[in-house]
């Protein structure tokens, strides 16, 4: 698919991608496989190391203990892969080493290799900003340490770093993986993995792009979300546009080392929306957003529904659900609530948070799509059989043209929508 975008120089940015011809919302551009990818720390243990696929019963290496399989099928796929670093893991098990240090060990094992190149990509590893010289000190002594782990988990074999291409050291890798991987995510936009896609990397970013990356499995799909010109620039977005302009642009200067100049951020579209009620309240709430985040990913859905409830309680008054950190204690509180099978306080919450996610995600964006899904599946369960109905068909006509009309949750949410026109007709 490489014909239907160029490389090119984008004024005031540098290396970009641009459209060799017109697209219409929800065509493929392009897609890809990584140049070398890894599982997410946090999701080894449930997470098919071949096909992505979740699964809590997966098979285990028996060497290395770290990598699962849905079957020995899946097991064969990625053995050629996984026996490069499996004796790498073994030796160091239990412990594992970061997701960026696994990611780089691949890259390493990749440009060690005679036969594997990145030479059909447009935007070779060796092309890649570093940035290295841009980066704070600090910045610098962490990528060290990351080194330092990356030297122990090669061990006494790291001699072979020797023969790897002119500039690519493992510092400097580690400074071109931070700047250019991708996170791969699910059909719901959880991230699983992490992944290098070369040309991928080209891409540049807008606050408000015209395409959208989209995943099945570690597959990488770039899709256009509106009309693109023959020659527009195809453009993606780095960061998530629920921060206030100030806020998106400091996150891109210290990961990607640029001011975001969009017109988004230039104009401070919605950023005046982002932030009403008692500035003390939801800065109080900004504070705590962090802690409770923790308790998710610990799965202390207990403690985390308790602490989210009470601050709902104490600040729903003073502070609209339209703000960005009453709204992500909304979504905090749903997940709770659906851990714990409170299906009706759970859709309280999903339905509070639908009207800011269509007031800051333009339609068509998968972020509102997969909250129209979460809404909509509480809304079946509980035998709201026309709002269910009303969200699948809303979530169905974003996901077209977001993740394609073959994508596995596009399809579930078809099924969905059968299944409550269905029912609705046997009412």
Same mark, same amino acid.
């Given at each position: 698919?490489?014909?239907?975008?160029?490389?090119?120089?984008?004024?005031?940015?540098?290396?970009?991608?641009?459209?060799?011809?017109?697209?219409?919302? @929800?065509?493929?551009?392009?897609?890809?496989?990584?140049?070398?990818?890894?599982?997410?720390?946090?999701?080894?243990?449930?997470?098919?190391?071949? $096909?992505?696929?979740?699964?809590?019963?997966?098979?285990?290496?028996?060497?290395?203990?770290?990598?699962?399989?849905?079957? !020995?099928?899946? &097991?064969?796929?990625?053995?050629?892969?996984?026996?490069?670093?499996?004796?790498?893991?073994?030796?160091?098990?239990?412990?594992?080493?970061?997701?960026?240090? *696994?990611?780089?060990? %691949?890259?390493?094992?990749?440009?060690?290799? &005679?036969?594997?190149? =990145?030479?059909?990509?447009?935007?070779?590893?060796?092309? #890649?900003?570093?940035?290295?010289?841009?980066?704070?000190?600090?910045?610098?002594?962490?990528?060290?340490?990351?080194?330092?782990?990356?030297?122990?988990?090669?061990?006494?074999?790291?001699?072979?770093?020797?023969?790897?291409?002119?500039?690519?050291?493992?510092?400097?890798?580690?400074?071109?993986?931070?700047?250019?991987?991708?996170?791969?995510?699910?059909?719901? +936009?959880?991230? !699983? @993995?992490?992944?290098?896609?070369?040309?991928?990397?080209?891409?540049?970013?807008?606050?408000?792009?015209?395409?959208?990356?989209?995943?099945? @499995?570690?597959?990488?799909?770039?899709?256009? !979300?509106?009309?693109?010109?023959?020659?527009?620039?195809?453009?993606?977005?780095?960061?998530?546009?629920?921060?206030?302009?100030?806020? *998106?642009?400091?996150?891109?200067?210290? &990961?990607? #080392?640029?001011?975001?100049?969009?017109?988004?951020?230039?104009?401070?579209?919605?950023?005046?929306?982002?932030?009403?009620?008692?500035?003390?309240?939801?800065?109080?709430? *900004?504070?705590?957003?962090? #802690?409770?985040?923790?308790?998710?990913?610990?799965?202390?859905?207990?403690? +985390?529904?308790?602490?989210?409830? !009470?601050?709902?309680?104490?600040?729903?008054?003073?502070?609209? =659900?339209?703000?960005?950190?009453?709204?992500?204690?909304? /979504?905090?509180?749903? /997940?709770?609530?659906?851990?714990?099978?409170?299906?009706?306080?759970?859709?309280?919450?999903?339905? %509070?948070?639908?009207?800011?996610?269509?007031?800051?995600?333009? /339609?068509? #964006?998968?972020?509102?799509?997969?909250?129209?899904?979460?809404?909509?599946?509480?809304?079946?369960?509980?035998? *709201?059989?026309?709002?269910?109905?009303?969200?699948?068909? &809303?979530?169905?006509?974003?996901?077209?043209?977001?993740? @394609?009309?073959?994508?596995?949750?596009?399809?579930?949410?078809? %099924?969905?929508?059968?299944? $409550?026109?269905?029912?609705?007709?046997?009412?």
């Amino acid at each position: 698919m490489a014909v239907n975008m160029q490389r090119f120089v984008s004024e005031g940015k540098g290396n970009g991608l641009r459209a060799l011809r017109e697209f219409k919302a @929800g065509e493929v551009i392009h897609s890809s496989d990584p140049y070398a990818f890894c599982i997410a720390k946090d999701f080894l243990k449930t997470t098919c190391q071949q $096909c992505l696929k979740r699964g809590e019963s997966l098979l285990r290496c028996s060497q290395c203990k770290t990598a699962r399989y849905c079957n !020995v099928q899946c &097991q064969k796929q990625a053995w050629p892969e996984h026996k490069k670093e499996c004796k790498y893991l073994k030796r160091l098990q239990p412990r594992i080493p970061t997701d960026s240090v *696994r990611l780089v060990a %691949r890259i390493i094992f990749k440009l060690l290799s &005679q036969s594997e190149s =990145d030479k059909d990509e447009m935007y070779s590893i060796s092309e #890649h900003q570093s940035h290295l010289a841009d980066m704070s000190e600090e910045k610098k002594e962490a990528l060290g340490h990351l080194c330092s782990t990356l030297q122990v988990y090669l061990g006494e074999e790291n001699c072979d770093l020797s023969l790897l291409p002119p500039g690519l050291d493992p510092i400097n890798l580690l400074a071109r993986v931070t700047c250019n991987c991708f996170s791969i995510s699910d059909g719901e +936009l959880q991230n !699983v @993995g992490v992944g290098l896609y070369p040309s991928m990397s080209l891409l540049n970013h807008d606050c408000q792009p015209n395409c959208v990356m989209m995943f099945e @499995g570690k597959k990488l799909t770039l899709r256009a !979300v509106r009309f693109i010109r023959t020659c527009e620039e195809l453009t993606i977005s780095y960061t998530d546009v629920l921060a206030p302009s100030k806020m *998106r642009q400091a996150q891109l200067q210290e &990961q990607y #080392h640029f001011l975001c100049q969009c017109e988004h951020c230039t104009s401070k579209d919605k950023d005046s929306d982002m932030l009403p009620g008692e500035k003390t309240a939801w800065t109080s709430l *900004r504070d705590t957003i962090p #802690h409770l985040e923790h308790l998710q990913s610990e799965q202390n859905w207990e403690e +985390l529904l308790q602490e989210s409830q !009470v601050l709902l309680d104490k600040y729903g008054d003073v502070v609209p =659900d339209r703000n960005i950190y009453l709204l992500k204690l909304l /979504d905090l509180a749903m /997940d709770a609530c659906i851990s714990l099978d409170d299906y009706v306080k759970a859709l309280e919450y999903g339905n %509070r948070a639908l009207e800011p996610y269509k007031f800051y995600y333009r /339609d068509p #964006h998968p972020s509102r799509a997969v909250e129209l899904l979460r809404v909509g599946k509480l809304q079946h369960y509980l035998g *709201r059989l026309e709002e269910a109905q009303g969200s699948f068909t &809303q979530a169905y006509d974003i996901m077209k043209v977001t993740h @394609g009309t073959e994508h596995a949750l596009t399809n579930e949410v078809r %099924r969905k929508l059968a299944e $409550c026109q269905s029912e609705l007709g046997r009412v």
